[in-house]
């Protein structure tokens, strides 16, 4: 249960007051039909008119979940009242689907809630491929969710490390794709004129023995974003079985590296940066390049 006070800066209404601080329509309604939205400890009508430096307080109560929790090594990189910031590790998914069942981190981070009394259910805010690692930002309620899943939108920036086949001929660019699924039956996701524009940036960091390290930053989040684009445009990600012709058994050598967002309730901004993981040093210098830690 979080409480929380938004006090007026001009003449508006409750309602306007609200959503102005990121609240959303749907939980305006669950806090009205509680009771949970008041002015001077009484409850106020959404569409009330305010006048400037009066307060209004809201009690938010938190959702919970059933998820079994299971005991994990998770990887914190900060960590405040409203949310988390975890390095998630190769091979593990983030949540279990329709036709696999399995120990996943949204388990492991359950464990870590219990733990430590937080008293919400976890709010994955970007969520990572199986075999992706780095950076994810988890929220620990509902209201700094909601704030995030907008930012997500609009002004969370997520940078990515990648290793791809080849060279490319533009050592920089922005790539514009129109990506969907390629049917109901599968999550693989293929460029046709259908789908939802998917926007990527990219810059080429060092070049090795046929391979290209890449800097990218996702303008838009779609499923797989990155694989698809860079498989269509003929430089498949390593380790990518899913997206390229031949077998390969590599890692697959894609890392969230960078993160930069607007913190919920202070305002300020946070930017974390985790830099290169070992699998990729290790992969580049056994491949004839060089690192410069």
Same mark, same amino acid.
């Given at each position: 249960m979080k409480?929380? !006070? $938004?006090?007026?800066s001009?003449?508006?209404?409750? @309602?306007? @007051?609200?959503?102005e601080n990121g609240l959303s329509r749907k939980?305006?309604?669950?806090?009205?039909?509680k009771g949970n939205i008041k002015k001077d400890g009484y409850i106020i009508y959404l569409q009330k008119e305010l006048v400037? /430096? +009066?307060?209004?307080?809201? %009690?938010?109560? !938190? &959702?919970?979940? +059933?998820?079994?929790?299971?005991?994990?090594?998770?990887?914190?990189?900060y960590e405040d009242d409203e949310l988390l910031v975890i390095n998630k590790q190769y091979g593990l998914s983030v949540m279990s689907t329709m036709n696999m069942h399995e120990i996943t981190l949204i388990n492991g981070l359950s464990y870590y809630f219990q733990e430590n009394g937080i008293l919400s259910k976890v709010h994955v805010i970007n969520r990572l491929d199986r075999n992706t690692t780095g950076l994810m930002v988890v929220s620990k309620n509902r209201y700094s969710a909601k704030k995030l899943n907008y930012a997500l939108k609009d002004s969370l920036k997520r940078r990515y490390y990648a290793i791809v086949y080849g060279i490319l001929p533009e050592k920089e660019g922005t790539v514009s794709l129109n990506i969907g699924k390629e049917s109901d039956m599968t999550v693989k996701r293929i460029v046709r004129s259908d789908g939802k524009e998917a926007i990527t940036t990219y810059k080429v960091v060092k070049e090795f023995n046929n391979y290209s390290l890449l800097d990218i930053e996702l303008l838009t989040g779609r499923t797989h974003q990155i694989r698809v684009t860079f498989s269509h445009l003929g430089f498949p @990600?390593? /380790? &990518? &079985? $899913?997206y390229q012709e031949k077998e390969d058994d590599n890692m697959l050598m894609l890392h969230s590296y960078y993160?930069? $967002?607007?913190?919920? %309730? %202070? /305002?300020k901004k946070n930017?974390? &940066?985790?830099g290169l993981p070992d699998r990729f040093k290790d992969f580049i210098i056994k491949n004839g390049g060089q690192v410069n830690d």
């Open positions: 409480t929380m !006070e $938004f006090i007026a001009r003449n508006l209404t409750v @309602l306007e @007051l609200l959503k939980l305006i309604k669950s806090m009205k039909a400037p /430096g +009066d307060k209004v307080s809201i %009690t938010i109560e !938190e &959702d919970y979940s +059933d998820i079994e929790p299971v005991m994990m090594p998770i990887d914190i990189v @990600l390593v /380790g &990518d &079985d $899913f993160l930069e $967002f607007v913190h919920p %309730t %202070t /305002g930017i974390i &940066d985790i």
